[in-house]
């Protein structure tokens, strides 16, 4: 290094350099890259800028306008060289990565920074001397730099903010890493429940192995009956209790339930860029374990169960037998058998049980298979979006034509109508009897997905964006804005209204088009959470305006989108809906030519507030998530029903066939007036399981909620409704004194019988199983336009 760079900062570069080795801390790198750019600013620093700068000082002005570039651009390499080792040490922690490769790696790093620090030091040497010795280009050079504005307070941010990313990398090691730890954890109850069906299967088998010897090797006399007797029976009293699946299964979703919600990994490095991915490990796991591994698990636990069911009714028979032969025995009467016919049904049970232990080990392998490739964290560093990507399925290949149907189907409707009559008058009476607050019960019940299915409903359920397999329908919509950000990309206004009923898809369309057309820009608000642009983190309000403010300040240089999801949701005590709406408004006035806009609302919210605030105006362009059509329906339903890899079938138990899958989606998608969430619900609402493979949807009434709107629950709910979420607090506030006499008891009434729901949080919306059939209820009554 030159006398040029300062002492200070040969030293801390050479230490940062050579301290690239696989027994430094992570830890450690980031610190280095702190004291590199402490060392770089004060170097900065040392010249002035502005008023006292001196513009003819040739060593500050290569300090600023050539050192700082170079500066930077090792700084960046560092932190991507600091990246690097981590995702490799994480592969290391999880066995997915040779030592000696990822010591090699190191020495790799450790040489191109070095290679790095010598190139800028001859770079920047050579450009001094060469202007040492030209006067002419000197002073050409110079007169140049004259012109520009001084570049040093850009590079300085800069700096800081490398540094600050690198130490943000280590904190979300250090998070990754116990995270490592977790997913440990779940392989390992994984494994166990997988062991656990391997022992039953195991020692079943050893137990028939013992009992066909014992039968076979002894000694054939007339007495040997009455001793095989005896010994099966010490078999059955010996027997003890075989361990349950379920013991398994919980402690695996506590084990899952202990990841974290969400979390930013960074991914990599592309062009100085960090490319981050915003990973929900929770719920994707989750939904993987549930869509991937637990089928195999029932499956091997169903194989050792069969396996050792089948032992037992050999048992039972061949001691049934040999008891027989004993009492013919001791009456007198000649017995005539061989051993190896007493251990016929023991051969039999060996021979199936053969075929069932290769069926076993297919599904063993296939699950460990599953375990070590994918469920682990690196696995979150794959190319691909999101974390655990569920398969895609795009068929029914399990269902097959039942036969004989026409059959079954007049052998069903005569037996429902021969006293027909009678039943129809006696149903009339007791729906007659029962109250209204009954009758919301029992719609509210009969939409709770069922605990026994849960690894069914886990995944028809699932909200938000679980990656691109599950997206159907859409297209024109998703044309509609990708012409509107091209657009923008041009020049235009970029500012884009998502509106539709409640379950209407607006937070998958939403995150669906962050992810494909910002993959890396897009900034995430919501009221009262953490928020990170450009490495500077803010903890979010219900103040709408700060988080845009801040937003603004942090993407001088890039042009990201702004993905706000449910605009409703902000508002505090100290800042109302209207006026954050009103701040939205002149921020994609002022902004909008290089932040693209993506807002979500409610259709009633979206009338709501237009009528005041001209949101028409405000927004380029409104898209309505409400239409849906009934074949995109089927296919969305048919995808997600594929992922359980469960068979539908009907009361019988037989496979349903492809058209009676969509005639059942299609009497759901007409009582949900084609809602696509409300409609994927309710399949999972009205879905039961049979046993490990199947499932069906029971013959019964699918109830609607009664007439039980009055003028002042009317109006509660209308304002619980527009808010999605609020509390005992905000009502109070905008009910003043009538609160306290009328519409509090209303609310506790409408909690208890199910119609709203209390949250961990103490806020309050109206229960999600039955929001849509409220908003219809008050628009019917005009208490609120809700559809569009």
């Known amino acids: 290094m030159t006398a040029d760079l300062p002492i200070s900062f040969e030293v801390t570069a050479d230490r940062a350099v050579t301290g690239i080795d696989p027994t430094t801390p992570v830890s450690e790198l980031a610190e280095r890259t702190q004291e590199m750019a402490k060392a770089m600013i004060a170097r900065g620093d040392a010249c002035p800028v502005g008023e006292e700068e001196d513009v003819n000082d040739l ?21 991507d060289v600091q990246l690097q080792l ?63 504005h001084n570049p040093w307070p850009l590079y300085r941010h800069q700096i800081e903010t490398i540094a600050e ?25 994984l494994r166990r429940g997988v062991s656990a069906s391997e022992e039953v299967m195991t020692k079943t088998l050893e137990r028939a192995g013992e009992i066909t010897a014992f039968i076979t090797e002894g000694d054939y006399d007339p007495d040997r009956p009455g001793i095989v007797a005896a010994k099966l029976e010490d078999y059955i009293s010996e027997e003890g209790t075989r361990p349950r699946l379920d013991r398994f299964t919980n402690a695996i979703t506590a084990g899952i339930a202990k990841l974290p919600e969400s979390q930013r990994v960074t991914v990599t490095a592309e062009e100085g860029l960090l490319k981050y991915k915003e990973v929900n490990f929770r ?19 169903e194989l050792s169960e069969q396996t050792n069911n089948g032992l037992n009714v050999a048992i039972v028979n ?26 016929q049904p023991f051969t039999g049970f060996q021979q199936r049980s053969s075929q069932r232990r290769q069926e076993y080990a297919r599904i063993r392998e296939r699950i460990e298979e599953l375990i ?3 469920l682990r964290l690196t696995s979150v560093y794959r190319p691909v979006a999101g974390f655990l990507p569920l398969p895609l399925q795009s068929g029914i290949n399990v269902f097959t034509r039942r036969q004989s149907r026409f059959i079954t189907v007049v052998r069903e409707w005569l037996a429902d109508h021969v006293s027909g009559l009678s039943k129809l008058l006696g149903d009339a009476a007791r729906e007659e009897k029962l109250s209204i607050s009954e009758k919301t019960v029992r719609v509210i019940q009969q939409r709770t997905a069922s605990p026994d299915n849960a690894a069914y409903t886990n995944i028809l359920m699932t909200k938000g964006y679980i990656g691109e397999s599950f997206l159907v329908g859409r297209e024109s919509e998703t044309a509609h804005l990708r012409q509107l950000i091209e657009h923008w990309k041009l020049g235009y206004r970029g500012a884009v209204m998502l509106t539709g009923n409640r379950l209407a898809g607006k937070t998958l369309f939403g995150e669906l088009i962050t992810n494909r057309f910002f993959p890396s820009q897009a900034i995430r608000l919501r009221p009262h959470a953490q928020i990170t642009v450009s490495g500077r983190r803010l903890r979010t309000t219900g103040d709408l305006a700060e988080a845009l403010a801040f937003v603004e300040k942090y993407t001088v240089q890039s042009r990201p989108l702004v993905w706000i999801d449910d605009l409703e949701l902000w508002w505090d005590d100290d800042h109302t809906l209207a006026e954050n709406v009103r701040a939205l408004g002149h921020h994609i006035d002022d902004y909008s030519a290089r932040i693209f806009y993506l807002v979500a609302t409610t259709n009633a919210v979206y009338r709501h507030l237009g009528r005041f605030l001209d949101l028409h105006r405000v927004f380029q362009s409104e898209i309505n998530l409400d239409r849906f059509s009934l074949d995109d329906m089927r296919r969305a339903v048919l995808i997600r029903h594929g992922a359980t890899h469960k ?25 949900t007036d084609g809602n696509v969430g409300e409609t994927i619900d309710r399949w999972a609402y009205y879905t039961e399981r049979y046993d490990n493979e199947r499932v069906y949807q029971p013959k019964m009434k699918r109830h609607t909620l009664p007439a039980f709107l009055t003028p002042d629950t009317a109006t509660l709910l209308a304002a619980v409704l527009l808010e999605k979420r609020t509390r005992d607090y905000r009502l109070r506030k905008l009910f003043g004194p009538a609160y306290n ?27 999600e199983s039955v929001v849509n059939d409220v908003g219809r209820m008050l628009e019917s009554e005009a208490y609120l336009q809700y559809s569009k």
């Open 59 to 79: 060593e500050c002005r290569l300090l600023h306008f050539v050192w700082a570039e170079q500066a930077k651009r090792f700084l960046m390499l560092y932190r």
């Open 86 to 148: 981590q995702i490799a040490s994480l592969k290391v922690k999880e066995d997915r990565a040779d030592r000696g490769r990822v010591a090699a790696l190191y020495d790799q790093s450790r040489e191109a920074l070095q290679a790095a620090l010598r190139e800028w030091d001859g770079d920047f040497a050579a450009r001094r001397d060469a202007l040492l010795r030209n006067e002419r280009q000197r002073n050409r050079q110079l007169r140049a730099w004259k012109l520009q």
């Open 165 to 189: 990313q690198s130490a943000g990398l280590a904190e979300e090691f250090t998070r990754l890493s116990a995270g490592s730890e977790e997913f440990d954890e779940i392989r390992v109850l």
């Open 283 to 301: 719920r994707s796991t989750d939904q993987w374990v549930s869509a991937e591994i637990m089928p195999l698990l029932y499956e091997l636990w």
């Open 318 to 343: 061949v001691r049934n037998r040999a008891l027989l032969l004993s009492n013919e025995a001791k009456a007198g009467h000649e017995v005539t058998y061989t051993n190896d016919e007493l251990a």
């Open 372 to 374: 070590d490739d994918n």
């Open 647 to 671: 068979i539908m079938v009907d009361a019988e138990g037989e496979p349903v066939s492809e058209t009676g899958f969509g005639q059942m989606v299609k009497r759901i998608y007409r009582a």
């Open 741 to 767: 006499e009328r519409y509090g008891s209303i609310l506790q009434r409408l909690i208890r019988i199910g119609l709203i729901t209390r949250n961990h949080d103490g806020s309050v919306e109206v229960t």
